[in-house]
Structure formats: C-alpha cells, structure tokens
C-alpha cells in the first residue's frame, strides 16, 4: 500500500495552501530545490562542457533523455527503451502525426475531437497544411469519436482525459476499432501520466505523447515525452531529424541516418537543469503503486463533488459523474466561475479556470487529503453561500490563467 | 570601454582552469547559481500555478519568451520585438526553413554548405522529404557558396562561423546576393551571437536563428532563439503552430489564428528555469560593447596562433589566418589532436575536439584574458614537445565529446 503521508513530505506546499491545481502545475518536489542547484554549481559550474559525459552523477547529461524517459515509461505501461523526453508536447505532437501518417500513405483523414487541447490541434493543422497532400483534419465531438473511426481515417489523434471536464476516452477500445478499420492511434497523455495507471502497449497505442509538469511535477516548462510502439519505432521516419537523433551524432557526418528505435525522436540538445529538477520529481514514483493513486483520487473526487453538490447548489458538475469516465480532475459549471476562482485563490484554495464557465480542480493523493478536500469544500461554500466572490477584484482578467 | 576584469568577476570558473571552449558551452555566471535557486523556491516552491503570471520577478513566467528575446535581439542588430526565445536551435532551423519556402513557392532548390552543422542539413532534409514537392538540398563547399546562388535558389540557409574551422561567410554580401536573385535567406547564428557584432537588420537576413548555450552563457539545454525580419514577421505562416504563438492562446480556440509577427514562433510552454538562467546570463552584457568584445578576440586569437605556430610547428592551423574571416574560435589541426586535447584536459586547459582532426579554442573575453592565453601556448606546447599526448588514457575516446 501506498504511503501517501511519504509522499506528501516530499512536497514543499506553502503554508495554508490546498493545491487543486496539480493537473495544470505539479508543486515543488523538495528534493528539486537540492538537486537543481547541484546541476547548477556543482556540474555546470565545475564540470564546464565535460558535465556531457561526467555530470548527472556520472552518467552524462547526454544520457538524460533515455534514461528519464526509462523512468516515465514505467508510469505509462511502455516497453522499456521506448520513451524519450524531450522538446515541448506541442513538438512530439507534431513528431508523432508526420511520422504516423507516412505509414498509413493511402489515407487522407486525421481524426480528432474538439475535446482535443488546442495545441494538438493547431500543430496538425500545421502540419497538413506544410503537407499540402490533401489531408483532412476532421474534429468531431468526443461522443462522436468511435462511429466517426472509418476506413477513411489515417490517425487517430486524441487527448485521452479532457483538459476542461476530465471526461476520460476508452484508449483500449478506440485503439482497437481504429486498428480494425486499419489505422494508427496517437494518445496524448497530457492528462494522464501519473494521474492514473495507463497501459500504453496493452492499449495498443502506436505513439504516445504528453508532458510532465502536471501530475508528474517536473516543474514550470519541464520537458515532454514521446513513445513509439516497437512494431514501428525502427520504421518510423522522423520529420524534425534533429542531430541527437542521429545513429552517430559526434560523428557530424553530412547525412542524416535515424538513431536505433525512439532515439530518434530526439530532436537538439537537452535542457539539462529542467531535466534535473524531472529527475528529482520522478525519485517520488518509487514505491508508488498507480492503482493506489487512483483509488484514492476517485475517493477524494467523489467525496469533493458530492460534498460541493451538497453545499452548493448554482455549480453544475461539468465533469462525468461516474469515476470510470473521468481522469483525476473534476469540473463544475458557474456563470461567474472566474471571479468564484479567484475568491478560492484568495483564501488558500488553488485550482483553475477555463472559459467560459469551467472550473477545475485537481485531485492527486501524493499530496492532497481528505482533510484538504473537506477543507477546500468548506470554503468553496462559504464563498458561493455568501456570493463572496461578488467582488471587482475577482472579476477582473489576469493575462493569462 | 568595456571593464573585461569586471565581466571576468561574474563568473564562477573552476580554480585551476583555463576554459576556452565557450564556443560550446559557456562557463555559468556567478548570479545564475541564485537566480535558478529563486525560481525554483521562490516562484515554483511559492507561486505555484500563479506563477505564470507573478513569477520573473511580477513580470510573469509567460512574457520571458519575448522578453528575453529582446535582450538577444539588441546583441544581434535585430529591430525590437522581432526575436523570441524557445525550443533548440533544430527547431528554429525548422521553422524558418518551412515559413521561407512557403514565401519563395516557385523554387525548389534549398542551398547550404559542408561546414553547416550537421542539424540544420538534417532537419533540412527532414523538412524537405516531408513535404515530398520536390525540393532539393544543394550541399555545396563553403567557398562556392557564393557561386551558387542563382535564380534557382528559394533559399540561402548557412550558419555564419563554421563549428570546425571558425572560418566566417560574409552575412551581408551573400544576403544581397540571395536577394538580388529573389530568394530569401537563414543565418544560423550559433558561432556569432556574443561573439562578435551581428547586424541581422543591416545585413538583411530574413531570418536568423541561434542557440544561447555558447557565447551567451545560458546554461546546458538553454533555449534557441529565432528572428524573423519585420518584413516578413506578419506574413510568415507557423508550420509548427503551436498554441503559445496562438493570438489568443488561453481563449483555447479550436481554430488556430497565427500571433502578431515573431510571436507566432512560440509553440509550445517555455522551459521556465532554463530561461531563469539565460536571463541571469544576459545581465552579463549589460554594459558590455560587442565591438569591444570582437576586438578583445582578435587580440586574443592573434596572440594563440602566434604563440602556437612558434612553439609548436606539428600543429597546422585550420582557421583562416586572417581575422576578419574568423568568428571567435581558432582550430588546429593535428593527427592525434583528440589524445592531445585530453592532455590538455588534464591540466585544466579545456578545448574540444571534433573529427577528425580538428582542436578548437574559443576565446571569449568576458573571462579570459592575455595570461590564459600565455598559459594555454605554455601547456600546449609543453605537451606537444614532450609527446605528452602519447599515452593511452588520452588515446580513449569518451562516449561524447
């Protein structure tokens, strides 16, 4: 069993905070502190351009993106030697359907969802646009998903647990039909690595994507991660064939030959120090039982929105009622659910908003309660009870949330 | 004039050690250790999520891409607001090579040459069989570029300073050339910014791009950056659209709307802690004149090959012997170079070595001054005349180097 007491001493939360939010930003691990000024001073500073093949304890920065994405591979069910870390999710995205889409050259349709974050979709649309091919982009609603995967479709693209309402995808089942109708299927993980178990080569997924600043607290920027199933990570050809990727990258030959497998799928040189501060974040997955993260996130879930459905009658449950449907978020509806957010804020109780009207809160036992559940629901309370959230201030937009 | 012995001070090099390989990876200034240790307690530890907003001091996480991306810009001649930071450099290259072609649609021939690095040949050609229009990548000599540009060239895509040799293209005339046979043109700025004076604006690049791990300082994996011309920046579309170059990124738009000029270079979420350190790293130039610093690296530079060529007649020089067609590096060749670039090592000299001859020495004033020099000239030649190079632990090569 899961020692989630452990876990949550490994995070340095600020006093009187209830972080809600870890879905969007994982908190500070306290071993990052510690581990990025090493990188920093001990290995940059000291070892100088030797920290290559010396720094990283010795095993060499350059050794970072496979041996992390080892580490990450663990969480999501994938074979060993098949992730890599690198780059921005956007970026493995787009690695993924321009390598995706040269093994399925007869068809011209990238299926996806408007469930789907922006970014997966406006990265395809680039890139069938640079294409010029002829290829379709076709979004359809995320019930419409699964009658919609035809002998048409090419790829499927889809973000398995949406970023708004937490609704959660059947992986396994929509993998399956798209390989029947003879397709391939890109999973984005965004909101599923380290949220839950996920079982990459049991669900057939053939690329997997997703980043690790959320439920895996690898800290603001941390870098994303790709999985190539091994059927088809020595075929895949990849569009942004960036030197590391290269079979012999110190060779600096004239010519591009593919590294062995998803190396390939390295593009430049790694960000040493955000890798470092992942490092520190994945150290907390030891001993951690992914079936146990789950159950205790569905138990805070359910406890957060029946107590929050008993407390507060104007918010509307955006999110699938039943556990089975959701990833480790939960969302209600409320005309005024920006300023009734930044009410939350105000008072400790960290989760976020999207427009229009969604407000999320994030559930992940490594290092939230049922005493933090309890007291956030409190608290929500008190502000919708007492239309605290009626205020200027709240109702005033930041920038950016 | 610029206090080199003040610049020196901001730097936290290694007692002992005479580092001129800052053409690779710069040493770490001496505010970077404290400004990543902030970031990460300070804004990540404390801000949390908030920290996309409050963080980089109030000024928020999310406007560093741009705003350091002016502080690169005034160290290059670019016009403000018209470079932004993210990604590596292959990812740079990328963009600016897709965005150019689509601006040059008649054309099919990308032109480059053998001292490229080797990345920006790969994702060039990544790029190229993408798209399957018929490109070609024309590879030529560095010393028939200047031939080669007809009225079949879409596009010039060179890197300015050769990694190997440090020989230098002339950015200007080639730039009037390309464009006086109507196709556009990419500088890799990877051996130049902070090296010497670049002038992307005078020069007339299209685009530029460049890594800032080099003469920048800003740490391993620090982000690249990428110019766009103002000429161009609102017509350029975004092959890798990605949602932070998105008009409204957090309006979440199913659509996707390119930003106003450069912004649209932005893909995916900044690596915060990295551009922690890049911004600590630029404080250094503040104060700093780049013609100064050229000047100091010529004298620096003239002062090794003429200390080298009288003290050791084995090694042959690789770098064009007059400095104006030099960038800030000096390379020498000799068969055993790698085993004498370890010996070298050893004594705290540190160069690099790239195949299969070449060893090269970057001279960067901000923290090396006359006595290193003298010092470097004394070991190296100690070293050759005694064939102190000739042992095996020298003679094993590292896994990178």
Redesign the interface.
């Known amino acids: 069993m899961t020692d989630f007491s452990a876990t949550r001493a490994m995070f340095?939360l600020?006093e009187g905070?209830i972080?809600l939010?870890g879905n969007?930003?994982g908190?500070?691990p306290r071993a990052?502190?510690m581990r990025?000024?090493e990188v920093?001073?001990a290995?940059?500073?000291?070892m100088?351009?030797?920290?290559?093949?010396r720094?990283w304890g010795g095993r060499?920065?350059?050794s970072m993106p496979v041996a992390l994405g080892d580490r990450i591979g663990r969480l999501i069910g994938a074979e060993p030697g098949h992730v890599v870390v690198g780059?921005?999710?956007?970026?493995k995205v787009?690695q993924a359907l321009?390598s995706a889409l040269?093994m399925v050259p007869g068809r011209k349709v990238v299926l996806s969802d408007?469930g789907n974050?922006?970014?997966d979709?406006?990265?395809a649309?680039?890139?069938l646009?640079?294409?010029?091919?002829g290829h379709e982009l076709r979004?359809v609603a995320p019930e419409e998903v699964e009658d919609a995967i035809t002998d048409e479709v090419a790829v499927l693209m889809l973000t398995e647990v949406d970023y708004r309402t937490g609704r959660r995808h059947d992986m396994r089942a929509l993998t399956a039909k798209v390989h029947a109708q003879g397709g391939l299927a890109i999973w984005d993980l965004a909101h599923s690595a380290g949220a839950f178990p996920v079982d990459v080569a049991g669900g057939g997924a053939d690329f997997a994507v997703g980043?690790t600043?959320k439920y895996l607290n690898g800290?603001?920027?941390?870098?994303?991660f790709i999985y190539v199933a091994p059927r088809l990570a020595d075929r895949a050809?990849?569009?942004?064939?960036?030197?590391?990727g290269?079979e012999a990258?110190?060779?600096?030959?004239?010519?591009?030959r593919p590294g062995a497998g998803v190396e390939r799928m390295r593009?430049?040189?790694?960000?040493?120090?955000?890798?470092t501060?992942l490092d520190a974040a994945l150290d907390v997955w030891e001993g951690v039982s992914l079936e146990d993260v789950r159950a205790k996130s569905v138990e805070l879930s359910e406890r957060f929105i029946a107590g929050v459905e008993a407390a507060c009658p104007d918010l509307v449950l955006a999110s699938p009622r039943d556990a089975a449907g959701r990833g480790s978020q939960v969302s209600f509806r409320f005309d005024e659910g920006y300023a009734v957010m930044q009410a939350l804020?105000a008072r400790g109780v960290?989760g976020?908003f999207?427009?229009p009207d969604i407000m999320r809160f994030g559930f992940t036992p490594l290092y939230i309660d049922e005493a933090d559940v309890r007291a956030a629901v409190a608290i929500l309370a008190e502000i919708m009870n007492n239309r605290l959230w009626d205020r200027p201030e709240y109702k005033r937009r930041?920038?950016?949330?």
Chains 1, 2 share one sequence.
Not at 48 to 53: E, P, S
């Open positions: 340095d600020p905070v972080y939010d969007s930003l908190p500070m990052a502190k990025v000024a920093v001073s290995e940059w500073g000291e100088l351009i030797t920290g290559w093949n720094g060499g920065w350059m780059d921005t999710l956007s970026i787009y321009a040269e408007s974050f922006p970014t979709l406006y990265m649309n680039g890139l646009t640079s294409l010029g091919h979004v980043c600043y800290g603001p920027g941390a870098p994303a050809r990849p569009a942004l064939a960036g030197w590391l290269h990258p110190f060779a600096f030959e004239l010519d591009y593009v430049g040189t790694p960000p040493v120090i955000q890798m501060a804020i960290i976020d999207r427009a930041a920038k950016v949330t």
